[in-house]
């Protein structure tokens, strides 16, 4: 059975950093393209930053440019997400996400696509005060 779980979450000033950690089991890990996206209340589920099997490529919303940095240790089946400069319009429920991927790098309109990714975590909570 898949499982991700996200960690790290919680209340942090405007400026400060946070990192987010998804831990996943029941999946080899390294075959997996690791995404993560956040819905703020009454909002729709949007893309944060995407990243391929083997690290090899990343992919991140404009809105996050230059601020939030995406990485994976596969040893530890494990992707975090560095969010520095946080900023309140980064109030959100940050998700994680897992899709199987072959050798060939999934395309930018898949990485970023919430319909695209198979497996989901429960979430975790970022609130940024202004």
């Known amino acids: 059975q898949v499982q991700l779980s996200e960690s790290g979450g919680g209340l942090v000033q405007a400026g400060g950093s946070l990192r987010l950690s998804c831990a996943a089991s029941?999946?080899?890990?390294?075959?997996?393209?690791m995404g993560w996206f956040r819905q703020a209340p009454g909002k729709d589920r949007e893309f944060v930053e995407a990243?391929?099997?083997?690290?090899?490529?990343?992919v991140q919303a404009g809105s996050v440019a230059g601020r939030f940095t995406i990485s994976r240790d596969d040893a530890k089946s494990t992707m975090y997400l560095q969010m520095n400069s946080l900023k309140p319009e980064d109030t959100a429920v940050y998700y994680c996400?897992?899709?199987?991927?072959?050798?060939?790098?999934?395309?930018?309109?898949?990485?970023?696509?919430?319909?695209?990714?198979?497996?989901w975590g429960q979430g975790t909570q970022v609130t940024v005060s202004s």
């Open positions: 029941g999946l080899t890990f390294s075959q997996y393209a």
């Open positions: 996400a897992a899709k199987l991927t072959g050798p060939v790098i999934p395309g930018l309109d898949n990485l970023g696509s919430s319909s695209w990714y198979r497996y």
């Open positions: 990243i391929t099997r083997g690290g090899r490529d990343t």
